[in-house]
């Protein structure tokens, strides 16, 4: 497994323990529209890692045969994103608006803190 592949492992895995938390808190607490928005937006983050990692090795391994590469499909998550705003948009009732946006950034957060710490562990 290379480095690129663990490191999409541990940022998946860690995405499933928060997903893990919002659920919890969706079921225990009254603001269920809140942890549904962070839910929704958190799953489509994590759609977005899969994409952007399926697409990574897709243009490694262009580079690797000295073809030329496609992009790496920002248009394809920045409409996923816009989907999940439109999810939220469409059933105000069930979804929290800013908790979507928020849950889209949970996997950012995660990479961005991860990235710290291994700095600071291998420093």
């Known amino acids: 497994m290379t480095e690129y592949s663990q490191m999409i492992r541990r940022y998946s895995q860690y995405t499933l323990y928060v997903l893990a938390l919002f659920v919890m808190g969706w079921g225990v607490t009254s603001y269920k529209s809140v942890f549904l928005g962070l839910i929704l937006g958190t799953v489509f983050s994590l759609i ?22 496609k992009s790496l499909g920002s248009l394809t998550r920045l ?40 700095t600071l562990r291998f420093k």
Request: charged share 15%.
């Open 48 to 69: 977005n890692l899969f994409s952007t990692y399926r697409k990574v090795n897709r243009v490694g391994q262009a580079a690797v045969e000295g073809k030329k590469a």
């Open 79 to 118: 409409a996923l994103a816009a989907l999940a705003v439109a999810i939220a948009m469409r059933y105000p009732e069930s979804f929290h608006l800013v908790s979507v946006v928020i849950g889209l950034m949970v996997t950012y957060i995660i990479i961005l803190i991860d990235s710290i710490l291994q």
